[in-house]
């Protein structure tokens, strides 16, 4: 089945860029997500990539994929200390149905003012 | 209306007692999910109904009842459930079939059982 794996932390200063990476193990999806989660909330989607894209980009959220390497990753310009939440990506699982999704482990993203 | 309504935001239940959590959706989505979400980890399917139908049972305990009364409204009966069963538990939908399951989710329940 689907494997997403997420780095568990980043700290960036307020400002600077974050890029949050996540790799996958199924080369037949063909969306691949980014949810954002604060605290005690549920989960927003931010953008998502269909993989016949190499990039994506939606205000300051720019999101690349590598299908060779199966690597995921989202950048946050000017990184604000609202943007700090934990942040998964999400990919429907090979041979699975399209209607489920298998979430990565989530990176907790800590903005320093 | 881009939004899934989840009801109660928080619940305390006994391990004997009988509750149930209630989810609802204007979007037209016609596929509905459970997730169970437990502290510092990724939400878990639990559940998925696809035009009303349960459609993918992720082998979850029949202590949890999920329901589909129509097309916007997902409901979850939960009875005699354990401690180990407090978690946040989360709603979303999307349209079905396709290749984009792009799904929208609800604010959750935080269920703690004592």
């Known amino acids: 089945g689907e494997d997403v794996e997420q780095s568990l932390f980043l700290s960036v200063r307020e400002g600077d860029s974050s890029v949050i990476n996540c790799t996958y193990t199924?080369?037949?999806?063909?969306?691949l997500y980014w949810y954002k989660q604060e605290p005690g909330a549920g989960l927003q989607l931010l953008t998502y990539?269909?993989?016949?894209?190499d990039m994506k980009q939606d205000q300051r959220l720019t999101v690349l994929l590598n299908k060779k390497d199966k690597h995921l990753s989202l950048r946050i310009a000017d990184t604000q200390t609202g943007d700090s939440a934990i942040y998964f990506c999400a990919a429907p699982p090979y041979g699975g149905a399209t209607n489920k999704l298998i979430f990565g482990t989530g990176t907790l993203l800590a903005v320093q003012p | 209306d881009t939004e899934v309504t989840q009801t109660p935001k928080h619940l305390v239940m006994g391990m004997t007692n009988k509750k149930s959590l209630k989810c609802e959706q204007h979007?037209?989505?016609?596929?509905m999910y459970w997730y169970k979400q437990k502290a510092k980890k990724p939400p878990e399917l639990m559940f998925v109904y696809s035009y009303e139908k349960l459609s993918i049972n992720e082998s979850v305990p029949s202590r949890f009842s999920p329901e589909c009364p129509n097309s916007s409204l997902l409901n979850l009966h939960l009875h005699a459930l354990q401690p180990e069963d407090s978690a946040l538990y989360l709603c979303?939908?999307?349209?079905?079939?396709?290749?984009?399951?792009?799904?929208?989710f609800g604010q959750g329940t935080r269920l703690t059982v004592v």
């Open positions: 199924d080369s037949s999806s063909t969306y």
């Open positions: 979007m037209g989505h016609r596929a």
């Open positions: 990539i269909f993989s016949n894209m």
């Open positions: 979303a939908s999307s349209q079905v079939g396709g290749a984009s399951t792009e799904a929208f």
